[in-house]
């Protein structure tokens, strides 16, 4: 059996439907990551799967244990690190960690190695308060405090919100030495970048998960022939495209514009209608879809 299994799960606040029919599992030792806007339903999920809240219908097992009636023994064996900073502000670096580790009845030695890692770049800062650290500290702070007692899933729900480029890549060459371990990791976040780090992701919007796979072959999955036109005039060419019938669809991507065709042949309908147009395109390119242009069209495929 998987560490975490999700069955058919649903939970809606009065008649808003955070989570509609979620299912999914995560295998021993995997990153698995879910990916998705704020609003989509992230939150919503990790606190019913971290039993903070009771689901409306579905269940899920947390290594064996039910989600409702097993709910103590799930949280001995879980690590949370939640959206906001939850350790004491007020308690320095060692005595949140110790703090954490006599809670679940561990001592900080015991698990040392594992948080070592993270630890050792907290070491100058131990005597120090919580609350003054900074955003990637408090962070990294957190995740040792969720590790300290060696837990068999690791839940953290958007770690890297707000977090500086640098602690962001560190954070996530840590998740990735987890593995080692045969931790399962579920991690929240909004950026899609951050995608490609995960063994495996989920994409939710408006509580639906819309498909749960590999990057890469989620990547694969992509539908049509992707082109990325660079153009200083991205609005206008916007408003134009919607005269080109043949386009699949087409969406501002930064300062540029891709647009989906059906097939590889149909470029040369773009160019030609393009040459009709008084606006001015830089560059025309072939594009591998990334994992926000797969979002994009899965998004509009469930509208």
Same mark, same amino acid.
């Given at each position: 059996m998987?560490?975490?299994?999700?069955?058919?799960?649903s939970k809606?606040?009065?008649?808003?439907?955070?989570?509609?029919?979620?299912s @999914?599992?995560?295998e021993?030792?995997?990153?698995?990551?879910?990916?998705g806007?704020d609003?989509s339903?992230?939150?919503?999920? @990790?606190?019913?799967?971290v039993?903070?809240l009771?689901?409306?219908?579905?269940?899920a097992?947390?290594?064996?244990?039910d989600?409702?009636?097993?709910?103590k023994?799930i949280?001995?064996?879980?690590?949370?690190?939640?959206?906001?900073?939850s350790?004491?502000?007020?308690?320095?670096?060692?005595?949140n960690l110790?703090?954490f +580790?006599?809670?679940?009845g561990?001592?900080?030695q015991?698990?040392?190695?594992?948080?070592?890692?993270i630890?050792?770049q907290?070491?100058? @800062?131990?005597?120090?308060? +919580?609350? +003054?650290?900074?955003?990637?500290m408090?962070?990294?702070? =957190?995740?040792?405090?969720?590790l300290?007692?060696?837990?068999?899933?690791?839940?953290?729900?958007e770690?890297?919100?707000g977090?500086?480029?640098?602690?962001?890549r560190?954070?996530?060459?840590?998740?990735?030495?987890?593995?080692a371990?045969?931790?399962?990791?579920?991690?929240s976040?909004?950026?899609?970048?951050e =995608?490609?780090?995960?063994?495996?992701?989920g994409?939710?919007?408006?509580?639906?998960?819309?498909?749960?796979?590999t990057?890469?072959q989620?990547?694969?999955?992509f539908?049509?022939?992707?082109? =990325?036109?660079?153009t200083?005039?991205?609005?206008q060419?916007?408003?134009?495209?919607?005269?080109?019938?043949?386009a699949?669809?087409?969406? +501002? =991507?930064?300062?540029?514009?891709?647009?989906?065709?059906?097939?590889r042949?149909?470029e040369?309908?773009?160019?030609?209608?393009?040459e009709?147009?008084?606006?001015?395109?830089?560059?025309?390119?072939?594009s591998?879809p990334?994992i926000?242009?797969?979002?994009?069209?899965?998004?509009k495929?469930?509208?």
């Open positions: 998987n560490p975490v299994e999700v069955i058919g799960l809606s606040f009065g008649q808003t439907k955070a989570l509609k029919d979620i @999914f599992s995560i021993k030792g995997e990153l698995f990551g879910l990916i806007p609003g339903g992230k939150s919503t999920l @990790f606190n019913v799967l039993t903070l009771h689901p409306d219908t579905g269940t097992l947390i290594d064996g244990f989600l409702v009636k097993d709910y023994k949280r001995k064996i879980i690590g949370y690190l939640p959206g906001n900073f350790l004491y502000g007020d308690l320095s670096c060692k005595e110790e703090f +580790a006599t809670l679940y561990e001592s900080v015991k698990n040392y190695n594992l948080i070592y890692p630890w050792k907290l070491l100058r @800062f131990e005597n120090r308060k +919580a609350a +003054a650290l900074s955003g990637g408090k962070q990294k702070l =957190a995740l040792c405090c969720a300290v007692h060696k837990p068999k899933i690791l839940f953290l729900d770690p890297t919100t977090v500086d480029p640098v602690s962001r560190e954070l996530w060459d840590i998740l990735k030495l987890l593995e371990e045969d931790i399962s990791v579920f991690v976040t909004s950026y899609m970048d =995608a490609t780090l995960c063994n495996r992701i994409l939710i919007q408006n509580g639906c998960l819309l498909e749960s796979n990057p890469k989620i990547q694969n999955n539908q049509g022939y992707l082109l =990325a036109l660079q200083n005039q991205v609005y060419l916007l408003n134009e495209l919607e005269n080109f019938t043949i699949k669809d087409f969406y +501002a =991507a930064g300062q540029q514009v891709n647009v989906v065709l059906h097939h042949e149909d040369k309908y773009l160019h030609t209608f393009l009709n147009l008084s606006l001015k395109i830089n560059q025309i390119m072939i591998q990334t926000e242009d797969c979002f994009i069209q899965l998004m495929k469930n509208q």
